[in-house]
């Protein structure tokens, strides 16, 4: 009797001219209105509880995608500016008319895919495209930086080694889990310099240079590995082939680039 009185009391004052305050204030200090209507109609309000939910992740998929694309537009106008260094090694024609640059961690095994990815790029657009490897170590990642250390170090005695160094690491990346001992195995492979090799990668010359390239990272907003430019287009991701195609046509488009 009382659950028909208190529902006859929602339907009046919801029907009336009254404020929602007194609805809200009826239904808290009645709150059994609300949990005996879904006992006794449990299947109604878990359907609308769904497409509520539904409708809610669809708006939200079309703002994020709305956003990413005016981001996407913004940057194909106003491209990113990665510093090139004066003393910058790259993989492929330097003066080539795209330029691919890496934001990673050796310790990644996202990055070990984006690996992949570049060098199926470098073959398809080969002598077209040029390809630059910036750090990004992340801190839950122990074997990151001293692998960084170590390929700076490396490339001090040789641009070449240090990307023999590079592949090596990606191409057997769970064995970098063996820490110094599967760095030095791998340098040694490569007959550098070890004692230079090592005191270089603890020099305060290459931790400015692995650090330079994080905070350039972080200005871009690359939060995770691997992030990429191309040809300043941000791709946050290890996206396949295919996704930088899509960037290189519309680039061509565009009138960025002659290819």
């Given at each position: ?186 340098a040694k492979k490569l007959k550098v310099d070890m004692a230079k090799l090592e005191k ?60």
């Amino acid at each position: 009797m009382k659950r028909m009185m208190l529902l006859a009391a929602v339907l009046v004052v919801a029907s009336a001219c009254t404020s929602k305050d007194d609805l809200k204030k009826m239904i808290k200090e009645n709150p059994e209105i609300i949990t005996e209507a879904i006992e006794a109609n449990p299947n109604k309000f878990i359907d609308a509880l769904n497409n509520a939910v539904k409708a809610a992740q669809e708006g939200e998929g079309k703002r994020r995608e709305e956003e990413e694309k005016k981001a996407l537009e913004e940057s194909f106008n106003n491209p990113l500016q990665a510093e090139i260094r004066s003393d910058e090694s790259f993989r492929g024609n330097k003066d080539a008319p795209i330029t691919l640059v890496e934001y990673s961690d050796f310790e990644c095994p996202f990055c070990s895919r984006g690996y992949g990815t570049v060098m199926e790029l470098m073959k398809k657009y080969e002598g077209k495209i040029r390809f630059v490897y910036k750090h990004l170590p992340l801190s839950f990642h122990p074997q990151a930086m001293p692998a960084a250390q170590y390929y700076e170090a490396i490339r001090l005695q040789s641009p070449e080694k240090a990307w023999e160094f590079h592949d090596a690491i990606y191409k057997n990346q769970r064995a970098l889990q063996n820490g110094e001992s599967f760095l030095k195995a791998e340098a040694k492979k490569l007959k550098v310099d070890m004692a230079k090799l090592e005191k270089d990668a603890k020099s305060e010359a290459v931790q400015k240079r692995i650090d330079a390239d994080m905070a350039e990272a972080a200005k871009f907003g690359f939060q995770g590995t691997p992030g990429f430019l191309l040809n300043g287009v941000p791709v946050k991701g290890a996206y396949p082939t295919s996704h930088f195609d899509g960037l290189i046509e519309e680039l061509k488009k565009r009138g960025k680039i002659n290819i």
